[in-house]
């Protein structure tokens, strides 16, 4: 139904929720220790690194991969190296030797 695509919803909701990043410190602000698990909005391997940065102990993503994955399992393949790859770059450009520096945020700004 043509009503029912994602790009025609209302734009009221424009601002709907709570953003992913301010979540993530809200919620580790809190809850110390807990796996932590930041998939909305996730699209990029820099967002999840930033995700990482910011608290949480793992990021997901599925909108990325549904294009891929109706064209081939390569397809997939490829834009979970692009992912990997992001990652890594993220990683290097703020400094962060591995996954244990990443975490620790001390490499992103956060604001109050």
Request: aromatic share 4%.
């Amino acid at each position: 139904l043509q009503g029912d695509r994602p790009d025609a919803a209302d734009p009221a909701f424009d601002d709907w929720g709570i953003p992913t990043a301010e979540s993530l410190v809200a919620v580790r602000a809190v809850v110390e220790g807990l796996p932590l698990i930041a998939s909305g909005g996730i699209r990029s391997g820099i967002e999840m690194a930033k995700a990482i940065a910011l608290g949480a102990s793992y990021a997901g993503m599925a909108l990325p991969l549904v294009g891929p994955a109706a064209k081939s399992s390569g397809a997939v393949k490829d834009k979970i190296r692009q992912i990997i790859q992001e990652f890594k770059i993220a990683m290097f450009s703020c400094g962060a030797r591995n996954l244990e520096e990443l975490k620790k945020g001390q490499h992103i700004r956060k604001l109050p």
